[in-house]
């Protein structure tokens, strides 16, 4: 859940979480050790009156700044791949559920089981208890088992939706006439919104 005024990430409840949340921690470092090493060498280009006239022509030179990018560029790519692959990954899911959004609600279907859908609405902000949070709160909540790997399949019914739960890395687009699949793993029990 994020709380007022917080800058960072949810806190990581899935495996996928905790990776992106490293490759973002890992990222965010080399962009600072280039932002750094850009700005230094900017100021000293501009405070110094020294030049080494045998600088601006050097092989060497233009080869470094040449392969350089390219090594920090794999560096950033391999790891972001990897974590491509990982979301991308099905491992014989333990439980299915059908998510259809509409309009100004969601509809879900557990498919394993007869007869077992249910109309998903918002509160409307009238009706909501002390401790509930606007525009997040649910009359029918989806409950989902945790340490169990499940298939959520998301489409829609009229118009572009998004289906995101931001502490599990889920983002996925309910697109009319197309039936798009992710899967979610929970590690800890709890209450996360989306």
Do not use: F, R
């Given at each position: 859940m994020a709380y007022p005024m917080q800058l960072g990430f949810q806190d990581a409840t899935s495996p996928i979480m905790e990776e992106l949340l490293h490759f973002h921690d890992h990222t965010l470092m080399i962009v600072f050790l280039?932002?750094?090493?850009?700005l230094y060498i900017i100021?000293?280009?501009?405070t110094t009156k020294l030049t080494?006239?045998?600088?601006?022509d050097a092989q060497e030179v233009e080869t470094v700044?040449?392969?350089?990018?390219?090594?920090?560029l794999i560096m950033i790519a391999l790891p972001s791949l990897r974590i491509l692959?990982?979301?991308?990954?099905?491992?014989?899911?333990?439980?299915t559920v059908k998510t259809m959004g509409h309009q100004w609600y969601w509809s879900y279907e557990y498919t394993d089981y007869e007869d077992l859908s249910f109309d998903s609405y918002m509160v409307p902000t009238s009706e909501l208890k002390p401790g509930e949070l606007r525009l997040l709160e649910v009359d029918n909540r989806v409950v989902l088992p945790m340490e169990m790997t499940i298939r959520m399949l998301i489409s829609s019914e009229d118009v572009l939706h998004s289906w995101a739960v931001p502490s599990l890395g889920l983002k996925?687009?309910?697109i009319p006439g197309r039936l798009n699949q992710t899967t979610l793993m929970s590690t800890r029990p709890g209450l996360f919104y989306g």
């Open positions: 280039i932002s750094s090493l850009v100021s000293l280009m501009l080494h006239t045998s600088t601006m700044w040449t392969i350089l990018p390219a090594i920090i692959y990982m979301m991308d990954e099905i491992n014989n899911p333990s439980l996925t687009d309910a």
